[in-house]
């Protein structure tokens, strides 16, 4: 029997969320298949970006989403483009004649190859929809349980409704609309449909955590459920004959921080005489193009690019200020100094700010003692969980290989990422991988040896400011695991 693959994606789960205790089945899962505690999520590590991340094998500089939201005139002259809606993707893709996206997706590889593709989500439609933008074109299909008008095809997902009922209503935590991902699969995808591929996504302890930070019980909680979802997949593979082909793939898009120091960037940068504005119709030197925020992208619309020295030089006085990316850098160090070059996080794309900025943190606990605290910008109280920078607790990611195919009780030593997904797919179903595709094929070398990989952890200073970037490469393949601001 040829393989299928199933892809599980839990959004925001912390690679030290996993214990027996707390998560047994994805804890049996892990020892039983291949375990990759060394998993990194690409940054941004936001969840939009990781999606693509995901469909794509490829970094946002080469794919083209550089954040969940950004400023792009091409797009939209009035406003930033936002990736949770589906309509603003669409309208990308209009501006850019059909290049959403750079690169080749998972989606389009398989369609070529003549394999089916399904996406059952309880995220946004714009992460249903990145996961799979040509699903429609290719029929494929796409199920999004919080956007269900964005489900394609629409006869299918109306057979789908009619079956499983009303969709539950969204909670904290979201079990019942997590469920219902669950039961499409189980009930619907899966003996209509029988896809060569599937992707499920749970929205889940991303939604909750973001109200509820690591280690509350609320938090807890939302855990305990989606492993309770991932127990009654576990029971349905290992009980039916078409579940003893499947392969499955177990990951999370990005971790979390919790946010305990609460800054109005927005408000700051105007009182310093830096107004920061999404609308590119401003009068040319009056404001900045971009979204402040936990993670920032700016981008100076004056002649010569004349504020963005004078930007930096405040922003490195900033206790919340992390790290800072600039282009036309050296390789290293950016264009401006005491900052990075923006061609370390892959490339610099079109649609790239002038600056990338990231909130300071470290790993102090929090008060339910969970590592990993943050400045943030945000509508939350203290205490919610962040995500988007490069705290390295929210770029230690899941990743678990589990089936025929890969092995029992491995822990892999090398790095792998999100980046890593799309490839390994392709591979186990003997696609070629597209030219695009700069991450590996995990499932080649579950008994060979740890891959040749080289550590890189680069400086840049400015004063007695210093910025620390820790990544590793792999091939075509970059994982990042922490930038850091220091004081020597």
């Known amino acids: 029997m040829a393989d299928r693959i199933l892809v599980i994606i839990l959004d925001g789960f912390r690679r030290d969320f996993l214990s027996p205790e707390l998560t047994p089945t994805l804890w049996a899962l892990a020892r039983a298949g291949q375990d990759f505690p060394k998993a990194r999520a690409v940054f941004p590590s936001a969840t939009r970006v990781n999606s693509t991340a995901i469909s794509t094998g490829t970094l946002p500089a080469t794919n083209g989403i550089i954040a969940n939201r950004f400023c792009d005139p091409r797009v939209f002259s009035d406003r930033a483009v936002d990736t949770s809606r589906l309509a603003h993707l669409e309208a990308m893709d ?21 394999r089916s593709m399904a996406v059952i989500t309880s995220g946004s439609e714009g992460t ?3 996961a799979n933008p040509r699903a429609a074109r290719n029929g494929h299909v796409t199920l999004s349980v919080k956007d269900w008008g964005s489900s394609v095809p629409g006869n299918l997902a109306n057979e789908a409704l009619e079956l499983l009922g009303p969709i539950p209503p969204l909670t904290v935590p979201n079990s019942g609309r997590n469920r219902y991902v669950s039961d499409l699969y189980l009930r619907f995808t899966e003996p209509r449909l029988k896809p060569d591929v599937t992707l499920l996504w749970y929205n889940d302890p991303d939604k909750t955590l973001h109200s509820h930070g690591p280690g509350t019980p609320v938090c807890l ?7 309770a979802e991932l127990a009654r997949i576990v029971a349905w593979r290992d009980a039916s004959p078409d579940g003893q082909s499947l392969q499955m793939i177990v990951a999370s898009d990005h971790g979390h921080v919790t946010g305990t120091d609460p800054i109005e960037m927005g408000a700051e940068f105007a009182a310093a005489g830096f107004p920061v504005s999404e609308s590119a119709e401003e009068p040319a030197g009056t404001s900045l193009l971009g979204i402040p925020g936990y993670l920032g992208t700016i981008t100076d619309p004056t002649p010569g690019k004349r504020l963005l020295p004078e930007l930096v ?7 919340w200020c992390g790290c800072l990316f600039t282009r036309r850098g050296d390789g290293i160090e950016g264009g401006i100094p005491g900052t990075f070059a923006m061609e370390l996080l892959g490339g610099e794309h079109p649609r790239m700010p002038d600056l990338y900025y990231t909130s300071r943190g470290d790993d102090r606990p929090n008060q339910a003692g969970w590592p990993g605290c943050s400045f943030y910008d945000g509508s939350q109280p203290p205490g919610g969980g962040m995500h988007g920078g490069l705290n390295p607790r929210e770029l230690a990611s899941l990743l678990i290989l589990n089936g025929s195919r890969f092995g029992t009780g491995r822990v892999a030593e090398h790095y792998a990422g999100d980046i890593d997904i799309a490839p390994t797919v392709l591979a186990l179903l003997g696609i070629p991988r597209p030219a695009t595709m700069r991450g590996r094929a995990l499932c080649e070398v579950p008994d060979g040896p740890v891959p040749a990989e080289s550590r890189h952890s680069i400086k840049v200073r400015r004063g007695r400011r210093v910025q620390r970037l820790d990544y590793v490469d792999n091939g075509s393949a970059r994982y990042f695991d922490g930038g850091f601001v220091e004081t020597e």
């Open 94 to 114: 209009r501006a850019y004649d059909g290049g959403l996206l750079s690169t080749v997706t998972l989606g389009e590889a398989l369609a070529q190859a003549g």
């Open 128 to 130: 249903t929809f990145l």
């Open 221 to 227: 909680q939302a855990l305990r459920d989606v492993d």
């Open 313 to 319: 030089d405040w922003l490195m006085t900033r206790p």
